[in-house]
């Protein structure tokens, strides 16, 4: 009767404990958790602090129902400090106690997340200052967005353009500020553009280009932003930090587990450390990118679920491979639907691939049907290999197909010739005769 | 200054025209069309009909339009009935004058579409019994439906279904025969069981395994449908014929245009026909299939469109090739979204491929989300290969993403493993953590 042990519960850990028992269940399974909860969605966070779910409402299961409906033993509230692959044993510590405990193993996986990166500037420590990387985290800040009448936003990847909606539908007058000459920095500035535009539109203030130097504070609570260039403080009575994340990598670096180039664990396509027994999985390990053949880190919850469920299969004795990541995000601006997939032009760039682009502006279905909405794609292609190397799409319509197609397209290693002759699927209230896609294949084509 | 005739002026033939107008400005281009409209939306049809749009929303170009913006000559009411390829002529008689008229031509176009088949039964000549392939099929039986109460339509294919959601919206009663033992006979029974649930959902009468065995009527206007094992004719004040519809090959086979085995108009992948110098394109010309390897007909717009743009290309002088089908279908049966791409279970049957399907029920995006919405996916795998040869999926939700997902996986020759991994998009109010399109895959697996 094996002994695995998982440290985190969340996408990658809570993934790997239900796949490792739905595949031998005779295993002991047990879930270390230093926060209050487990098994909830991350990405839900920001519209909880919108008010549109509440907290129980992204929590899947409790500790007492994955313990009698799935037989997996969670602990909330343990902080694990110390691996001894030596003697296959974990120890920490009780929060709510402080007594010391450990446990034994046979297996162990390490899916203890990220933490946040805060930025080497005065004042992050003041009060109304946070970072979002965790459900505690929001719910300890949304009574105080709620007192607020001005939040900045120090960052404007997709976090902080969520937040920046949650808070603004609260009634906030709010600010973004972002050090990169666009917002969402993941996409080109073309059309990064119109998502800045939306953001504006919704009566978010958008100051890109300006690195943020100091929060500046009265009596221990924040009160202004002072960003670079900018005439002064700008007031703000909270503050919210998208500026990163860092996996949370100390537990394995104790255990000699190695750190790759990235920062994060190192791991190989079975999810396995260096260390016998070891494995990682989730935003704390590397992911293999498909298109630059090597390990990076790609925060999203759907890439730490998949790393959970293969490294589950292999905690109960399976060789299941992660088959790595072509980095697709979707997130929700507003009105606006954004997202991207494979390599943006700047990395494609910094890859030393030459590439060809267009972008173009459609209708997201038949142009007559009353719910035709405006979208926006870019397409990205090789100019040696003619394959597809990433696609970006924004708009008020159906984003979300066009992104996906496009995945499964760089995924299958497809050329512009192939995608832009694409089988899709029309009629008028879904569709477009030529899918926006297709239509953008079209316009690279003409470039090629 | 070469001459191109393209003999039909919609999906097909106008794309071919405004393709071979992009890629050379002065070849002289001519489009005989022998209904009075050019260049509109077959596929909008049925929305025309519920009055969701009107007649010229589905109208991209008039003629004068397609002159002045375009360059090309259109004409519309001129019935081509020769074809003399030994001269490069074609003739026909203008519609409103009776006139006899030719053109010459360098390069021809067929794109003469469909026609309906009316089923070897008595009655299909009644009054008030329609088909609809065109949109002045449509414009006639409108009215009509307006002043009838109770509307049989004969056929359960997507035309049929579509109409039937057009014509009960229109406040009639609506009955449904088909002759199959289910609705939408291109899926299989276990998910267009859910399509029938939603027709039956809205008050319209679904009659499966009912072959339709005559139209019964008084004083030449049709007041009924009997059909097979029906306890005598039910009431009908019209009746949609959804019976097929065949290629309109007669212009070709005067020409001594060989016919495929389908009954289509036989094209190499440049839309060239066995006549030196006469293309062929959109639905009287079969289309290869990617995955049977041999030419089939897939009656819809957008391969008409495809193949028209490939001929446009060719027309012009280039060598373009068309890449074939998966047979990718979706439309709308009032709140439900309906979709399939690739082989169905029987389909792939006939083509002896051993298969191993599963068919899953979710949520289409995070279920905590307010706008979540029930969708099934059914994933159909050959078992020896392990690619994915067909996708359905119907249900509330964003079915066509899912659809248009799994087209781009068989067409890439994706097997279920790499699907079950695919980098797709997620945030919760567009997605799942797990696709729907991988649960099903990993459901799949499961057989496997």
């Not at 998502?195 to 504070?217: N, Q």
């Not at 790759?260 to 016998?276: F, K, L, Q, R, S």
Request: proline residues 4%; aromatic residues 6%.
């Amino acid at each position: 009767m094996d002994r695995i042990v998982i440290v985190g519960g969340n996408a990658a850990g809570m993934t790997a404990a239900s796949r490792a028992r739905r595949c031998d269940a005779r295993l002991r399974i047990t879930v270390l958790e230093k926060s209050p909860n487990v098994s909830y969605s991350t990405c839900g966070i920001p519209y909880f602090v919108a008010g549109d779910v509440e907290a129980d409402d992204l929590i899947a299961f409790t500790p007492a129902r994955l313990r009698s409906e799935r037989g997996i033993e969670a602990w909330t509230g343990v902080a694990v400090d110390n691996v001894l692959p030596s003697r296959r044993r974990v120890e920490g510590v009780r929060l709510d106690t402080g007594e010391r405990v450990r446990w034994g193993y046979d297996r162990l996986l390490l899916a203890t997340g990220v933490r946040a990166r805060i930025p080497a500037i005065p004042g992050t420590d003041l009060e109304h200052v946070f970072s979002v990387t965790t459900l505690e985290d929001a719910v300890r800040l949304r009574p105080v967005m709620e007192a607020s009448g001005r939040v900045a936003i120090v960052g404007a990847g997709y976090v902080g353009l969520e937040m920046a909606e949650s808070v603004r539908r609260m009634g906030k007058r709010v600010t973004v500020f972002e050090s990169r000459d666009h917002v969402m920095p993941s996409m080109d500035a073309d059309m990064a553009r119109v998502v800045a535009y939306e953001l504006e539109r919704h009566g978010v203030g958008v100051r890109t280009s300006s690195p943020v130097e100091a929060l500046v504070g009265a009596d221990g609570r924040v009160t202004g932003v002072k960003a670079q260039g900018g005439p002064g403080p700008e007031p703000a009575d909270a503050v919210l930090l998208d500026t990163g994340v860092v996996p949370d990598t100390a537990l394995a670096q104790g255990a000699g587990v190695r750190i790759g180039a990235t920062g994060a664990i190192a791991v190989n396509d079975y999810m396995e450390t260096n260390v016998p027994g070891v494995y990682a999985a989730g935003n704390c390990a590397e992911a293999f990118c498909r298109q630059r053949r090597r390990p990076v880190i790609h925060y999203v919850g759907t890439v730490a679920a998949k790393q959970g469920r293969v490294a589950g299969e292999n905690l109960a004795g399976g060789r299941s491979r992660f088959a790595g990541t072509v980095g697709t995000t979707v997130l929700k601006v507003f009105d606006m639907a954004v997202g991207r997939t494979g390599l943006s032009s700047n990395e494609a760039a910094r890859e030393r691939v030459r590439t060809v682009s267009a972008r173009i502006e459609a209708q997201d279905r038949a142009a007559y049907y009353p719910t035709a909405r405006r979208i926006w794609v870019k397409l990205i292609v090789d100019r040696d290999s003619r394959r597809v190397v990433g696609a970006q799409s924004v708009g008020y319509g159906d984003v979300a197909k066009r992104v996906d197609v496009a995945a499964a397209a760089i995924t299958s290693g497809l050329t512009v010739d192939a995608l832009s002759q694409l089988d899709l699927g029309y009629t008028p209230p879904y569709g477009s005769l030529w899918d926006p896609l297709l239509v953008a294949a079209q316009a690279v084509l003409r470039k090629l």
